[in-house]
T-cell receptor, first 112, second 114 residues
Framework: QKEVEQNSGPLSVPEGAIASLNCTYSDRGSQSFFWYRQYSGKSPELIMSIYSNGDKEDGRFTAQLNKASQYVSLLIRDSQPSDSATYLCAVNRYNQGGKLIFGQGTELSVKP | KAGVTQTPRYLIKTRGQQVTLSCSPISGHRSVSWYQQTPGQGLQFLFEYFSETQRNKGNFPGRFSGRQFSNSRSEMNVSTLELGDSALYLC?????????????FGPGTRLTVL
């Protein structure tokens, strides 16, 4: 079992729809959770961070964390073609400094 | 604030050579982490430096090493290059306080080993 798992996709949604990206993790000692967006040929860009159970909203993005079920999700409302990218889930464990464990990423395609 | 910078952006080397990559973090950030990204393995953690000390290390052979200077700039070195070392090498900086803070990535160095 991988430490951080994501559906590889591709996930295709029409423009204006809600895109839902999911991530599960295996280590209950995980304390910090991040979503990154990576366009083809570019480096990852931080979208959201979440540290406690519940929802965190930032513009069109909402991150949801459920530590009991060990999953974290990212919702993108009113999806735009410019949102088409690979979305990476990253997890930081307690007491491991800056070590991030990444999932394989979910490729999102938003069709006009 | 200026972002994370990495030099060089592209490198072509041959097997057996060594290479040094450089990373300058965001001003005020004291932690620099290095990652390797390949199509097959994804993003994998190499090591982290905080206040000139290696704070954490990933599961890579000893050919991969790094260091951090007093101004928080960091370098990583790969000796005796192998074909499998071809990858995008990314560094990320953070404040480093508490260990689990947000990390911001540089543009990466694309290394090709022939």
């Amino acid at each position: 079992q991988k430490e951080v798992e994501q559906n590889s996709g591709p996930l295709s949604v029409p423009e204006g729809a809600i895109a839902s990206l999911n991530c599960t993790y295996s280590d209950r000692g995980s304390q910090s959770f991040f979503w990154y967006r990576q366009y083809s040929g570019k480096s990852p860009e931080l979208i959201m961070s979440i540290y406690s159970n519940g929802d965190k909203e930032d513009g069109r993005f909402t991150a949801q964390l459920n530590k009991a079920s060990q999953y974290v999700s990212l919702l993108i409302r009113d999806s735009q073609p410019s949102d088409s990218a690979t979305y990476l889930c990253a997890v930081n464990r307690y007491n491991q400094g800056g070590k991030l464990i990444f999932g394989q990423g979910t490729e999102l395609s938003v069709k006009p | 604030k200026a972002g994370v910078t990495q030099t060089p952006r592209y490198l072509i080397k041959t097997r057996g050579q060594q290479v040094t990559l450089s990373c300058s973090p965001i001003s005020g950030h004291r932690s620099v982490s290095w990652y390797q990204q390949t199509p097959g393995q994804g993003l994998q953690f190499l090591f982290e430096y905080f206040s000139e000390t290696q704070r954490n290390k990933g599961n890579f052979p000893g050919r991969f090493s790094g260091r951090q200077f007093s101004n928080s700039r960091s370098e990583m070195n790969v000796s005796t290059l192998e074909l499998g070392d071809s990858a995008l090498y990314l560094c990320a900086s953070s404040t480093g306080q508490g260990g689990g803070g947000e990390q911001f990535f540089g543009p990466g160095t694309r290394l090709t080993v022939l």
